[in-house]
């Protein structure tokens, strides 16, 4: 993925990658979509991310991706509305996220995969919606928010969405191919 440098950009590969992953998803039988991951433990060692190892099934992923636009979306609106959050709440930092990933994964173990999915749809209209209410300078000058640290807007947008799309795309094309 070409990491995106303007809001046209971020917008267009975001969507894109949106799609990507419901067609793949829409491509599985109900069976398919269902079922627990069954990963080999030489192909989970081998993975350097934590993500591969915490969730279960498609359900947990598309749960992983609603968790990450809502950090996404509280994190602007409080910070836009002057109430000065962190992206990660409190008591987590970069360090810890894996441990938050693990309180969203318990949170929603009696979230149906149904329920998932349209949370998911829904959030991305979200997401899309507020990042178009920015212009590209907002999105991609770094430090132009103080809340946003060190970095820009928009890197905090693509991490939430397109690249996040990407890795969930990967994990359910090792899904598939482990049933199939």
């Known amino acids: 993925m070409v990491r995106p440098k303007s809001k046209n950009e971020l917008v267009e590969v975001a969507n894109t990658n949106f799609s990507k ?6 491509s599985m039988t109900e069976e398919e979509k269902k079922a627990d991951f069954h990963f080999d433990k030489e192909f989970l060692d081998k993975q350097k991310v934590a993500h591969w190892k915490g969730d279960k099934n498609l359900r947990d992923v598309l749960i992983h991706l609603y968790e990450w636009h809502q950090l996404l979306l509280n994190w602007v609106k409080n910070n836009q509305r002057g109430i000065m959050k962190l992206f ?3 008591p987590y930092n970069w360090k810890t996220y ?4 693990v309180a969203f994964w318990e949170k929603h173990q ?3 995969y149904d329920k998932a999915r349209k949370l998911l749809e829904d959030n991305h209209l979200e997401v899309m919606s507020l ?5 590209d300078e907002e ?3 770094k430090e132009y928010f103080s809340w946003t640290g060190s970095t820009s807007l928009g890197s905090y947008c693509i991490s939430s969405t397109a690249s996040h799309y990407d890795w969930a795309m990967k994990k ?4 598939i191919k ?3």
């Not at 990042?131 to 212009?135: E, M, V, Y």
């Not at 359910?172 to 899904?175: L, S």
């Open 88 to 90: 990660l709440p409190e």
């Open 172 to 175: 359910v094309r090792k899904h």
């Open 21 to 26: 992953l419901c067609n793949l998803i829409d």
């Open 110 to 112: 009696s979230t149906s």
């Open 131 to 135: 990042i178009n209410s920015f212009s």
């Open 98 to 101: 894996p441990q938050m990933n």
């Open 178 to 180: 482990t049933l199939r």
């Open 139 to 141: 999105l991609f000058t």
